[in-house]
């Protein structure tokens, strides 16, 4: 059963980068087949994807984060990393990581984190 | 970009009902569409793939259908766990682009 957690500081201060790692178990990042992602949602509203991460490092970023979002991916540790610059209030969410499955026609994200909430205040 | 578009935004329900979400893409996405489940304080959950596949261990009162633009999640017979919000999301254009609809919040009448 794959499992997978994220980690990071809950309170980040406005101009500065939130960052957040999920820790994969129950299987191997570096297996391939799967994309991984992060997700997040602002309290009392929808999902708003982020970026997806290929184990070979390859990334795809939502257009409207693109210029402040670093996705990374540590193969040995079985981790991937999201990386936020300039946060502001207005990041202030839920951040879920996720396992993007591949099916011949969609794909979907089939296991998730149980998200962790940052604030960003001073 | 493609844009999705659920309705309603919000429905009441009872016990029992059979109920239908509606989710609208902006442009053709094939089959290229998911539903998932999140019940407040929780972690989204994959309900159908696809379209149409019933994700592994998901009752079968939920089924999905449609192609192209217009998808539909029904559930059959609604039972006391199926309070939530659904989400549906397009695929299509993975992974260079993702897009969620708003969301319906099914409620108990």
């Known amino acids: 059963q794959v499992q997978l957690q994220e980690s990071g500081p809950g309170l980040v201060k406005p101009s500065q980068t939130l960052s957040l790692t999920c820790t994969v178990s129950g299987g191997s990042i570096s297996s391939g087949g799967y994309y991984w992602s992060w997700i997040r949602q602002h309290p009392g509203k929808g999902l708003e994807w982020i970026g997806y991460?290929?184990?070979?490092?390859?990334?795809y970023y939502n257009p409207s984060l693109k210029s402040r979002v670093t996705i990374s991916v540590d193969t040995s540790k079985n981790q991937f990393s999201l990386k936020l610059s300039s946060v502001t209030a207005a990041d202030t969410a839920v951040y879920y990581c996720?396992?993007?499955?591949?099916?011949?026609?969609?794909?979907?994200?089939?296991?998730w984190g149980q998200g962790t909430l940052v604030t960003v205040s001073s | 970009d493609i844009q999705m578009t659920q309705s309603p935004s919000s429905l009441s329900a009872s016990v029992g009902d059979r109920v239908t979400i509606t989710c609208r893409a902006s442009?053709?996405?094939?089959?290229?569409l998911n539903w998932y489940q999140q019940k407040p304080g929780k972690a989204p959950k994959l309900l159908i793939y696809?379209?149409?596949s019933l994700q592994s261990g998901v009752p079968s009162r939920f089924s999905g259908s449609g192609s192209g633009t217009d998808f539909t999640l029904t559930i059959s017979s609604l039972q006391p766990e199926d309070f939530a919000t659904y989400y549906c999301?397009?695929?299509?254009?993975?992974?260079?682009?993702?897009?969620f609809g708003q969301g319906t919040r099914l409620e108990i009448k």
């Open positions: 696809a379209a149409s």
């Open positions: 991460i290929y184990y070979s490092g390859s990334t």
């Open positions: 996720a396992r993007v499955q591949k099916y011949s026609s969609s794909s979907a994200l089939d296991y």
């Open positions: 442009q053709s996405i094939s089959s290229y």
């Open positions: 999301q397009q695929s299509y254009s993975t992974p260079k682009e993702n897009t």
